[in-house]
């Protein structure tokens, strides 16, 4: 049976609305767990423990969007900073980075000013930034392990097993890079804390090459997660933060007949998560397969995911129930 994800393991963004809305489903202790801010180096990670279960699966997206007005807050109060405002925030983050690498805001200024893109959402983000700065993939590795090393020796009688996905690969010489980086460290930071804790190493299909060349890719992942925004996004070549400017216009002239960044597009989008998945699980068949985004709470997306068979759907939390509902509506229709 296909299960909202929400139940059985985390893979959201990590930001203050968020942490806010996971409070109604979840006990959490220790929050943020980890918090590390350097240069290149910015992570924070919460251990996400759910109360009351024996086993603990946590996906945790390592090399996501990071600096947004939604995650500062979150950040300034993990190192207990006083969080004013974004523009203060990132005003004070900038002196002190100067003075941590002994240099002026000025020069500080000039390198952020020479990371701007024309098109960051095709730019340099998800796992190239772990091309460019293997230290910070291995940073975010280390704060996952520990994360979950604490909460294993907190628990001995669970189960803790994380999952790492590495967002944004197009060819599998990508993720074999990024998972070199993580697997190096994560057995490090289990070998130096001298216990027993697997995890996974998988990654998210949300360009469409991956889905085309997922036999490939199945052969380094544990499993796939499918970036049904971003695979959308790249699928139709518009832009979801722009979009919402002429989609009226193609719903009036019949074009479209719903929002394909809410309504998974079965036809188009439906089609790469099939060929994915066909291509991908004879060549890896312990490869378990999932949606992220907020496809995962529309009912038919729902629906649609349990036919080609995945085994979960993530969404946010406030979707949780409509999911589960639709999972269970999905499965008892298969049985008839």
Not at 270 to 277: H, P, R, W
Not at 284 to 291: D, T
Not at 297 to 320: A, M, W
């Amino acid at each position: 049976m296909l299960l909202p994800s929400l139940f059985l393991r985390q893979s959201t963004k990590l930001t203050h609305n968020t942490f806010q809305q996971i409070d109604r489903f979840f006990q959490i202790r220790n929050r943020f767990l980890a918090a590390f801010y350097r240069v290149r180096e910015i992570v924070i990670i919460h251990d996400g423990v759910v109360a009351d279960q024996a086993k603990v699966k946590t996906i945790v997206r390592i090399l996501g969007d990071l600096l947004t007005s939604e995650f500062a807050p979150a950040l300034a109060r993990a190192l207990g900073w006083v969080f004013v405002s974004c523009h203060e925030f990132i005003k004070v983050t900038l002196t002190q980075l100067a003075a941590a690498q002994g240099k002026s805001v000025e020069d500080i200024k000039t390198i952020i000013a020479s990371l701007h893109e024309f098109n960051p959402m095709m730019g340099h983000r998800g796992c190239r930034l772990a091309v460019t700065y293997p230290e910070i993939a291995k940073m975010q590795t280390k704060a996952v392990i520990r994360a979950a090393i604490n909460v294993q020796k907190a628990h001995a009688d669970w189960t803790v097993e994380p999952e790492i996905m590495i967002p944004l690969v197009c060819d599998v010489k990508e993720l074999k890079f990024v998972k070199k980086v993580v697997v190096e460290t994560a057995d490090a930071e289990i070998a130096a804390a001298g216990i027993d804790l697997k995890y996974e190493v998988g990654t998210m299909i949300e360009i469409p090459r991956a889905a085309l060349t997922a036999d490939e890719i199945a052969k380094e992942a544990d499993f796939f997660c499918f970036g049904t925004n971003d695979l959308t996004q790249m699928t139709y070549g518009f832009s979801r933060d722009d979009a919402g400017k002429f989609l009226n216009a193609y719903y009036d002239a019949k074009i479209f007949e719903n929002d394909p960044f809410a309504k998974l597009d079965q036809t188009g989008v439906g089609k790469l998560m099939e060929t994915a998945i066909k291509l991908g699980k004879p060549v890896n068949n312990k490869l378990h397969v999932g949606i992220c985004g907020e496809h995962g709470g529309d009912p038919s997306s729902v629906e649609f995911c349990h036919k080609i068979g995945l085994d979960y759907v993530s969404c946010s939390p406030f979707r949780v129930p409509i999911a589960r509902l639709a999972a269970a509506q999905a499965a008892i229709a298969d049985k008839k």
